[in-house]
């Protein structure tokens, strides 16, 4: 993504570096106006918004409420941002935190629930003690109450087994499964998605 962007343009404002404006990525669409990617979800930082917008390579969607100010202008941070150009993007789902919850919809498999980002984690439901791998097909959103009970169990020492058996979901169930929450709560989670988007390999 940074690729995209080379160097800043002259005359963009530089705002004053502080803890606010951390806060503020920008969401980047598609040409079309699909998120560039959910896998992990397309974000950039607000300076590469920044430059982008000056290089005119994106037309702004959305704006948060944070001024950035030059002497001779001053404009809002972008919220989201789509291509002007389209971009063919890839078709298989990485194996990350964020699109196994995306996948299971934030529902613990076990007890259905629903949890909030933190409160969830991860179970192998063939347990790695037991020669369980990490993938697609051995994991599943749990509470940590569940995984707790489960513990190295098998499902059928435990009677607990996974409400959806696990599976690889395609890049457009996913997409799907993302128009269904509603906007601000994946906005509200994006600190979450930059952390849990790290591949899933060792959990
Ligand atoms: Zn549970």
């Known amino acids: 993504m940074d690729g995209l962007i080379s160097s800043p343009p002259v005359g963009a404002p530089i705002p004053a570096p502080g803890p606010n404006f951390a806060q503020h ?62 971009v063919k993007t890839d078709q298989s789902p990485a194996f990350t935190r964020f699109n196994v919850f995306l996948r299971d919809k934030w529902e613990c498999q076990y007890c259905e629930e629903s949890f909030k980002t933190h409160e969830l984690t991860f179970d192998h439901v063939i347990p790695r003690s037991r020669g369980g791998l990490t993938n697609w097909e051995n994991i599943v959103a749990s509470c940590r109450q569940c995984n ?56």
């Open 25 to 86: 990525p920008a969401l980047v669409l598609n040409a079309d106006y699909r998120p560039l990617s959910y896998f992990p979800l397309s974000l950039w930082s607000w300076q590469d918004a920044i430059k982008a917008v000056f290089r005119d390579s994106v037309t702004i969607v959305a704006e948060y409420d944070t001024l950035v100010r030059s002497p001779s202008m001053e404009m809002r941070l972008p919220s989201v941002l789509a291509l002007k150009d389209f």
């Open 148 to 203: 707790l009970i489960k513990g190295s169990k098998l499902p059928k020492e435990c009677g607990m087994h996974p409400a959806r058996t696990p599976r690889q979901p395609t890049k457009q169930e996913l997409q799907r499964r993302g128009r269904s929450f509603p906007p601000n709560f994946l906005h509200e989670s994006w600190s979450d998605f930059l952390y849990w988007d790290s591949e899933l390999d060792e959990i």
